[in-house]
Each structure stands twice: as C-alpha cells, then as structure tokens.
C-alpha cells in the first residue's frame, strides 16, 4: 500500500524516484505497472556483458591465429601485446596473461571494458573479414579480473631514485603516468581536486560500461605502487603552480576538460548537466529523479549515456536532440546502434531555443529546424536555422549532454594553447619548463578515450624519467 501511494504521487509530479525500482513504465500505454519484489531489476544500469563463461573462454582464445606482427596490437593505443596475452589464457595462465596486458597498460580492467574495441584492435582483427573477430576486449576483462580477485601484485617500485614528481587529475592519464614513474622508483604525489580518484572511469562513463569498484580497484592498484593521493586538493585554488615548482622535479597535468558548457538559450537554468546526471546515476542513484518524457541534447557518446541513463530508469520517452544530421554525429557507430536498440528517439537537423515552465515545472522545449550549409571550421556542413519553423518538444527533463569546456588551468597558468587544449611537444613537454601534459586535456585532435590517457601518461612518464636520470 505505501508504495501504491508513493507511487500515485510520484505520477502527479511526472518524475520518478528511481528509490522505489518497483515499477515498470508501460511503453505503449504509458502507464505503471508494480512489479513484485522479486522481479524488480536488480540494477537497470549494471554492467551490460556479464563475463565470459570458462568455455567461452577456451572457444575464444583458441580461435586466435596468434599472427605474427599482429594487426591488433597494430591498432591499440597502448600496444599489448594481444596473441600473447591470448597465448596465455588459453594454457590456463591467467596471472601472466594479465602481466603482459599490465606491462603495456596499468589500467587494463578499464580498457577492457570502456574501450571502443570495434574501431581499435577488435576492428583489425584477421578474423573479422569472413568470420567473427576475437573478443579481445571480454578475454582481457576475464584476465584483469582475474587477477583482481586473487589479489595479485605484479610489479614493485625500483630502488628510489630521490626525485619527486607532482601529478594533478587521478583521472587515467594521471593514474598511468604515476604508476609508470613510481615502478621507475621516483616519489609520486597525486594531487586530485575530488573526494575519489580516477577521473571519468569513476564519475563519468555510465555502470553499464564500467562500474566505479573497477575504477577504484584500480586506484588502489596504482596507490600500492607507492603512489601518494592527495584528494581534494585543486591546483589553482588549495595549492599553486608555484608551490609545486618548489617541491617538486616535474609536474604533469592531466586535469581532464571542464563542465557542460551553457547553451546560451532562455530557461536554460531547468536544464540538468549531463556530465551531473550520470554521475549521480553512478554515486547516488536512489536519489537520482528521472523525467517520464526526457530531451537530451547532443548527439555524442556523453548524449547517448545520458539517454542510456533516462531510459533504462524508468523514462517512457527519451528523445535526443542534435543541430546536424546523422551523419555528422561524433558518437561511434556500435554507440548510435546500441541506443537505437534502446529504443531512444531522435530529432535531428533540431536546435533548442527555450525552455518553456510553469512554476518551476519544465514543460517543453521549444526548438527550430536547421539545414546544413557551407563546411565550416570544424570540417562539418554549418546548420542554419530555418525560418518560421519554430514547435515545441514536450519535456519534462531536458539534460544537455554537448561536449566539455576547454581546460581553464591552461590560460589561468599561462601556458600555449591550441584550439584550446594544452599544446604540448612529442615529448609531452609544455611551454613551461619542467611542466608536462597528457589525457583529455592535450587532446586538439582525435577522439578523446581511456586507452589514449593512458598511453598519454605512460609515454610522458618515461619523458619524465628520461629527462631525470639525464640530471635535468
Ligand atoms: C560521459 C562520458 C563517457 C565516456 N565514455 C567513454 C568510453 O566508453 N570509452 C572511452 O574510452 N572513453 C570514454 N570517455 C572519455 C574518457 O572518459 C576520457 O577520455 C578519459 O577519462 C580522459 O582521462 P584524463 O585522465 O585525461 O581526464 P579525466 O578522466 O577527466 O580526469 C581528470 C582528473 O583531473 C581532476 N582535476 C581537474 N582539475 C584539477 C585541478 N585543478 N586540481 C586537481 N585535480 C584536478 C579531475 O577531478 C579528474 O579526476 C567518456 C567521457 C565521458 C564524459
Ligand atoms: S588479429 Fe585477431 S587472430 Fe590475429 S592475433 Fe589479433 S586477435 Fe588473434
């Protein structure tokens, strides 16, 4: 009876306190359905792939050619080397397999599972011509979690070498660059402006790819290398670039990008940032309210979690709103197949102009047509508004999802820029001496992801080290 009644009130608001996961939205008839206790979902937003079975994993690791020169270490930003790591699941060596993912990538559980392996080494893959491609990513993950549940330590910091590095943002970049300076044998502190380390693999990329225990398992790995964390601590405001310079024989930044920017439109502050909304999902789900009839706008890979988000708690409606076409979307194609599969709705060539509400209760979104022009500067045909072609979505959540601001720490410690994004030599190397970058925040080209972190971190870490044991 108590959740009846919660439940009616709930209605009448037209949000739903994921709390009370005891109810089912009817698609068709948009109405609830309560569920029993023991059907309820377990958790809507659990990790989508369970683990491969033990046969799976004899099937999958035999298939692989083992090539020689293989195309998918090719293909991966960190270069495992991927037969030998298959080598070895298949003879029943799991602690070893997952040595040699770790010797190229400390973060190799988050790359199992976040990776986008159908553009990287699964993509490359011999087998994917005619037949199925290895499931490399799934037999990683079965190694990597292996090992976290036995609890086995792989490496130990070499004899120290005296020197002492700063690393602000524990995001991957940070978390790779430490680990690969402390097995180096030099003194890393972790400077981390949040409560828990680990960056988006924490608070931003949604349970059903990564849940935070593998993040923070990860963490842990990296804190057992020696690393010290400092969380809490923000550069620019609790300590100063300065301070570090006195302290420290290098400093690397990997402080990821900023929050949602505005979209500059009427109303605007009804709408919920997206980078908020999933981390509530992850942290403090119970308290996350979701929208029977959610927008969300964008159209990236941020986009589609949001929509992921709303749907699978409890929205009957979730359409995502996006300036261009289709074709121009920056999410990946298995991400744009996966939310179709969903069954999210699209609005496309749709440029939100106000948020319409009454007493603090969003309403709708009212919203213009767009056609595609000229090719402007980001290589993409300019969307123009189409006149009189004003009409309203009706919404009663709108979450914007359109990408991330520019690292602010660049302009407020004065270093060169490009396109906004901290320019930095081959060498990871900034325009101020002793002072390196690498992860989101150097990231002018190309796809920002995990595994292009990590690499990051790990390459300017042997820069670093190079640069110290040279005596500079
Ligand atoms: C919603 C979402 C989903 C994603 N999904 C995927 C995915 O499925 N697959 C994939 O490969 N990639 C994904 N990405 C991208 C991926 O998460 C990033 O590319 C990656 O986390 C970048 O790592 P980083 O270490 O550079 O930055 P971050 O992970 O952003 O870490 C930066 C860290 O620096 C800290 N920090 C910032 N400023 C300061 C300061 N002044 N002082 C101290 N600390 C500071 C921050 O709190 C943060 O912990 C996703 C991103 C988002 C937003
Ligand atoms: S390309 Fe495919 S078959 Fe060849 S080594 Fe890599 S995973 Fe195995």
Avoid: W
């Amino acid at each position: 009876m108590s959740v009846e009644v919660g439940l009616v009130g709930l209605i009448e608001s037209s949000l739903i306190n994921h709390d009370s996961v005891l109810f089912r939205m009817d698609e068709q008839e948009d109405v609830l359905t309560v569920l029993p206790q023991s059907t309820a979902p377990a958790n809507p937003l659990g990790e989508l792939l369970p683990p491969l079975t033990q046969n799976e994993v004899a099937v999958e690791s035999a298939r692989c050619l083992m090539c020689f020169d293989a195309p998918c270490t090719h293909a991966c930003p960190t270069h495992i080397d991927i037969p030998k790591f298959i080598k070895k699941i298949s003879t029943g060596n799991l602690p070893g397999s997952a040595r040699t993912i770790l010797e190229s990538n400390l973060l190799g559980a988050s790359c199992a599972r976040v990776c986008p392996v159908q553009e990287l080494c699964e993509g490359a893959c011999v087998l994917g011509a005619e037949h199925k491609p290895i499931a490399i990513g799934r037999l990683q993950r079965h190694a990597m979690d292996f090992v976290y549940r036995k609890g086995v330590d792989f490496f130990a910091a070499a004899s120290r070498t005296g020197r002492k590095i700063a690393i602000i943002g524990a995001g991957p970049a940070g978390l790779s660059c430490a680990g690969e300076l402390a097995k180096r044998g030099h003194r890393v502190t972790l400077f981390e402006k949040r409560d828990l380390a680990g960056g988006l693999s924490t608070y931003g990329i949604i349970g059903l790819r990564e849940p935070v225990e593998v993040a923070l398992a990860e963490v842990a790995m990296i804190e057992k290398l020696g690393v010290k964390f400092e969380t809490g601590k923000e550069v620019g405001a609790d300590l100063s670039l300065a301070d570090l310079n006195a302290n420290f024989s290098a400093v690397f930044l990997s402080v990821g990008l900023g929050a949602t920017p505005a979209l500059g439109i009427p109303g605007e502050e009804h709408i919920i940032d997206g980078l908020e909304y999933i981390e509530q999902s992850k942290m403090d789900p119970d308290h996350l309210l979701i929208g029977r009839n959610v927008v969300v706008v964008g159209a990236g890979n941020t986009a589609i979690d949001c929509a992921t988000v709303a749907k699978r708690l409890g929205a009957s409606r979730v359409t995502m709103v996006y300036r261009r076409s289709e074709n121009e979307m920056t999410a990946y194609p298995h991400e744009y197949d996966f939310i179709k599969r969903e069954g999210i709705n699209f609005s496309f060539l749709t440029q939100p102009v106000r948020v319409h509400s009454e007493n603090g209760t969003v309403k709708s979104l009212e919203c213009v047509r767009m056609s595609l022009g000229a090719t402007d500067t980001s290589g993409r045909p300019s969307p123009q508004p189409v006149a009189g072609s004003e009409f309203f979505l009706a919404a009663d959540q709108i979450v914007k999802a359109i990408g991330q601001q520019k690292p602010s720490l660049a302009s407020q410690l004065k270093l060169k820029t490009e396109k906004g994004f901290i320019q930095v030599s081959e060498n990871f190397a900034t325009s101020l001496p002793g002072i390196y970058a690498g992860g989101d925040c150097i990231r002018a080209r190309g796809a920002a992801s995990t595994v292009m972190a990590v690499e990051d971190g790990k390459l300017a870490a042997r820069a670093i080290h190079e640069r110290l044991v040279a005596g500079g």
